[in-house]
C-alpha cells in the first residue's frame, strides 16, 4: 500500500534511506480512522492518541533511530496494538506511505524550528509538505501545527494560506503537555497553535 505521487522537493538521496517500519504485521487498510503524528520524540502525545482512539491508527513518523527505538520499547511496555512507527523523515515518508485521502488527523508538535535564517530551508513544514499533508487527508481532515517559534508559525500560516483546499484556523486551546510543550513553559514561551482543514 505505497503512495505512488513523488514529492517535489525530494532528492534521490533521500529517497535512497531505508524507512523502517514498526510493527511488520500492521495494515494501513482496515482502521476506522487514521491519524498520524510528525516526529513524536518520546511518545507522550502519540500514546495518548491511541488511548483516546482505540478503534483508530495511530501513526508516528521519527527521524531519529534512537528516538524510534524507545518509542517501540515504551508501545509494548503499554501493550498498544492499535500503534505504528517508521522511521523515516516525514517528507519522505508521507508519498511514500500515506495514501491520497485516507488520513482523518496530522499532528506536527513543536516541530525543530531550525531559528537561523540561513538554517530555515530546514524546516520540515513547507508548502510543499503542507500540499503533501493536504494530499494524503480525508476531505475535512485536519492539520494541528502547534510552535514555541513565532518566526516559523507565521511562516506555516502564510504557506497554508496558499493553499486555497486548506481553511486556516487559529487555536485558542491548551497544548497537550508533551516533553517539550512542559520544557518551553517553563521557560515562559508562548505557543502558537494553528488548525488547516482540508476543504476540496
Ligand atoms: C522538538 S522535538 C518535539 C517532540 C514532540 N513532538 C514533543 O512535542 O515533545 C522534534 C521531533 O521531531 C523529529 N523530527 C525532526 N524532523 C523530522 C522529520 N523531517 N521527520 C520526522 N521526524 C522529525 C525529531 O527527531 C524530534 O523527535
Given at each position: 500500500m505505497i503512495a505512488t505521487r513523488t514529492f517535489t522537493e525530494l532528492t534521490t538521496r533521500d529517497y535512497l534511506q531505508t524507512a523502517f517500519l514498526?510493527?511488520?504485521?500492521?495494515?494501513?487498510?482496515?482502521?476506522?480512522r487514521t491519524i498520524v503524528e510528525v516526529?513524536?520524540?518520546?511518545?507522550d502525545f502519540l500514546f495518548n492518541l491511541a488511548k483516546l482512539n482505540p478503534e483508530a491508527l495511530i501513526v508516528g513518523i521519527e527521524i531519529k533511530r534512537k528516538r524510534v527505538d524507545k518509542l517501540i520499547s515504551r508501545v509494548e511496555a503499554r501493550r498498544l496494538n492499535n500503534v505504528m512507527i517508521i522511521q523515516d523523515d516525514a517528507k519522505c515518508a508521507l508519498p511514500r506511505f500515506l495514501r491520497d485521502n485516507s488520513v482523518d488527523e496530522i499532528h506536527i508538535n513543536?516541530?525543530?524550528?531550525?531559528?537561523?535564517q540561513r538554517h530555515s530551508?530546514?524546516?520540515?513544514?513547507s508548502t510543499d509538505f503542507l500540499n503533501e499533508c493536504k494530499r494524503a487527508l480525508k476531505i475535512g481532515g485536519t492539520i494541528h501545527f502547534i510552535t514555541d517559534f513565532y518566526d516559523y508559525a507565521k511562516a506555516v500560516f502564510k504557506n497554508a494560506s496558499s493553499i486555497p483546499e486548506l481553511e486556516t484556523h487559529k487555536v485558542e486551546a491548551d497544548v497537550f503537555p508533551t516533553y517539550f510543550a512542559l520544557k518551553w513553559k517553563r521557560m515562559g514561551r508562548a505557543f502558537t497553535y494553528y488548525k488547516f482543514r482540508r476543504l476540496a
Open positions: 514498526y510493527p511488520a504485521s500492521i495494515e494501513f487498510d482496515g482502521h476506522e516526529g513524536p520524540g518520546r511518545g513543536f516541530p525543530d524550528p531550525w531559528p537561523k530551508k530546514n524546516r520540515t513544514v
